[in-house]
Antibody, heavy 115, light 107 residues
Framework: EVQLVESGGGLVQPGGSLRLSCAAS????????MHWVRQAPGKGLEYVSG????????YYTNSVKGRFIISRDNSKNTLFLQMGSLRREDMAVYYC????????WGQGTLVTVSS | DIQLTQSPSFLSASVGDRVTITCRAS??????LAWYQQKPGKAPKLLIY???TLQSGVPSRFSGSGSGTEFTLTINSLQPEDFATYYC??????????FGQGTKLEI
């Protein structure tokens, strides 16, 4: 059974940093692109970042370029999102997702940006 | 980036109705379109990919059609569990997979 489990969310002050993790199991992790999608309270889905199966290609939505870094450790079946210079508008539930289309999603981890 | 526009944003319907949601792309995306269903407090669920292919386990009352810039999601004979928010997503641009703004289907 495919499982994606996010962790690392929490409360952070504006300007702070946070590192999200997504532990994957039940599939050959290094065969699939992986993604981060966020959803602000009461809002729609926003595609934040993606990374190719070998980690060689990445994508960031404009609003996070230069502040977020996506990476993966294929030896540990884990996806990461390093988030810096956090803003109130980054506050959301962050989901990791597998493949293209996004066949599987994690349960999400909440990032709260507040002083 | 490719933009997706869904219509309507809100849709009121009843159990047993047939409903259609439209998704328009800002440029041709061939058939690289997926549809997701999301219920409150839950992660989205993949319903349809490649514009018209039903994901395994999804009831056959869901169907998708279209290509190029215009796509539709149709739900026949609405069931109580179908009341949710639906999103389209383009997968034409590698790793730049934008979503539509969503359509909330309510009673």
């Amino acid at each position: 059974e495919v499982q994606l489990v996010e962790s690392g969310g929490g409360l952070v002050q504006p300007g702070g940093s946070l590192r999200l993790s997504c532990a994957a199991s039940g599939f050959t992790f290094n065969s699939f692109p992986m993604h981060w999608v966020r959803q602000a309270p009461g809002k729609g889905l926003e595609y934040v970042s993606g990374i190719s199966s070998d980690g060689g290609r990445t994508y960031y939505t404009n609003s996070v370029k230069g502040r977020f870094i996506i990476s993966r450790d294929n030896s540990k079946n884990t996806l990461f999102l390093q988030m810096g210079s956090l803003r109130r508008e980054d506050m959301a539930v962050y989901y990791c997702a597998r493949g293209a289309p996004f066949e599987n999603w994690g349960q999400g981890t909440l990032v709260t940006v507040s002083s | 980036d490719i933009q997706l526009t869904q219509s309507p944003s809100f849709l009121s319907a009843s159990v047993g109705d047939r409903v259609t949601i439209t998704c328009r792309a800002s440029q041709s995306i061939s058939s690289f379109l997926a549809w997701y269903q999301q219920k409150p407090g839950k992660a989205p669920k993949l319903l349809i990919y490649a514009a018209s292919t039903l994901q395994s386990g999804v009831p056959s009352r869901f169907s998708g059609s279209g290509s190029g810039t215009e796509f539709t999601l149709t739900i026949n004979s609405l069931q109580p569990e179908d009341f949710a928010t639906y999103y389209c997503q383009q997968l034409y641009s590698y790793l730049s997979y934008t979503f539509g703004q969503g359509t909330k289907l309510e009673i």
